[in-house]
């Protein structure tokens, strides 16, 4: 079965850390760009941060750069997102989605028709 499975999601206090994790079954992460998107009720969807299989490039929001840090676990075809210094603004509902042969400068930007798989869902929640 073909499908991207986040994991880690979670409540955490004001400054703390969360680790997100996006799993992919089914098929290779090579040739793929790999981001997050999050979801806050009543919120517009809003591009997180996405990472590059050619070179590793990655590119963040920035509501999270200095914060945030994409990576990828080629071994374990997985993409990992390190969330520091989160913030009640960070609250949302953390979506890992994936495209194919797309400019990974512009993924941030793209809809939901323009990617090839979205994961379920990982709910952070940042409250004291």
């Known amino acids: 079965q073909v499908q991207l499975v986040e994991t880690g999601g979670g409540l955490v206090q004001p400054g703390g850390s969360l680790r997100l994790s996006c799993a992919a079954s089914g098929f290779n992460l090579d040739g793929y760009v790999i981001g997050w998107f999050r979801q806050a009720p009543g919120k517009e969807r809003e591009g997180v941060s996405c990472?590059?299989?050619?070179?590793?490039?990655?590119y963040y929001a920035n509501s999270v750069k200095g914060r945030f840090t994409i990576s990828r676990d080629n071994a374990k075809n997985t993409v990992n997102l390190q969330m520091n210094s989160l913030k009640p603004d960070d609250t949302a509902v953390y979506y890992c989605?994936?495209?194919?042969?797309?400019?990974?400068?512009?993924?941030?930007?793209?809809?939901?028709?323009?990617?090839?798989?979205w994961g379920e869902g990982a709910q952070v929640t940042v409250s004291s």
């Open positions: 990472i590059s299989s050619s070179d590793g490039r990655t």
């Open positions: 989605a994936a495209a194919y042969g797309v400019v990974a400068a512009t993924f941030l930007l793209r809809d939901y028709e323009g990617m090839d798989y």
